[in-house]
């Protein structure tokens, strides 16, 4: 059940997500007596819409989490005695 629970978690904690659903929220408060919660949502979609897509939130996010770790190196010194797996046999 872990797995299952994180997954809808983190599907209910995405940006994309908490925008959507701040602009339902929105446009169910708007027929409503309380149009300044509805506006207020509005408010709160468009500003994480301005943030996640306009800025570089996401990468001042993620850059604790990738300097964690070590890259490895790109490319090995030599090349030379490279072998090929091909499924090649000989007769």
Do not use: D
């Amino acid at each position: 059940m872990g797995p299952y629970v994180s997954r809808i978690a983190w599907l209910l904690a995405q940006p994309s997500t908490l925008i959507v659903l701040f602009l339902l929220l929105a446009l169910i408060l708007s027929f409503t007596r309380r149009r300044w919660l509805g506006r207020t949502a509005l408010l709160m979609a468009l500003a994480l819409l301005l943030v996640s897509t306009f800025t570089t939130f996401g990468y001042w996010l993620i850059t604790p989490l990738e300097s964690r770790f070590e890259r490895p190196p790109s490319r090995p010194a030599s090349t030379a005695s490279s072998s090929w797996a091909a499924g090649w046999t000989a007769r």
